[in-house]
């Protein structure tokens, strides 16, 4: 008996490999173009292309946060901004958000990249930042005033009944602006200098 559940166990674990092995690759091709995809539309939905990808570690309240920023060029090679990865803690788990910035440090779009947040409430943040939301966040720039919600003395109206995921999101994107920020001026291009303030 006990063979027969090695057996069983080797066999299962062999084919749960050989499925992984087969499915990494397009399941790496789809993460990519939808980030791809993401990036694009956080940027305005322009033709451009990623010149170049930072990997950013600061240390926030004495924790290691990673962020990645893609700085992007539009058609004619001049710089567009840069498209960062930030993740901040919501009410469920993790809150993760992609923000396109202009050379300005305006905020130009963002999009949800995971969230574990209650559907119906802290999920509505997808829709409530933007342009035409309650919230939008759409071209202000975190760099002159962080953003922060109405209860905390700030401007932005929180998403209703759900005040814990507007403060992550908010966190997000102004720590999002912080590591834009951080990027060293490219001395070719001047890229970052007209937001690092």
Known sequence: MVVVLVGVALI??????YVNDVTAG???VQAKKSLADGIKAVMGGVDLTVSKEDTIRQNISGKEV???????LGSDGKPLGAAVESTT?????????????????????????QHSETPGLGAKADKWFQKDG??????????????????????????TASTITSRAF???????????KSLPVDANTGATSSHSK
Request: charged share 15%; no cysteine; aromatic share 8%.
């Open 12 to 17: 299962t674990g062999g084919i749960l490999a």
């Open 26 to 28: 397009p399941i790496s």
């Open 66 to 72: 990673t962020f990645v920023v893609h700085e992007t």
């Open 89 to 113: 803690g919501g009410f469920g788990g993790d809150l993760k958000v992609l923000v396109g910035f202009n050379n300005d440090g305006e905020i130009l779009g963002y999009t949800i990249l």
């Open 134 to 159: 309650k919230g939008s966040v759409i071209g202000r720039n975190p760099g002159e005033a962080p953003l922060t919600v109405n209860k905390d003395g700030g401007d932005i109206d929180a998403i």
């Open 170 to 180: 908010l966190l997000a994107v102004n720590q999002a602006y912080q590591a834009y």
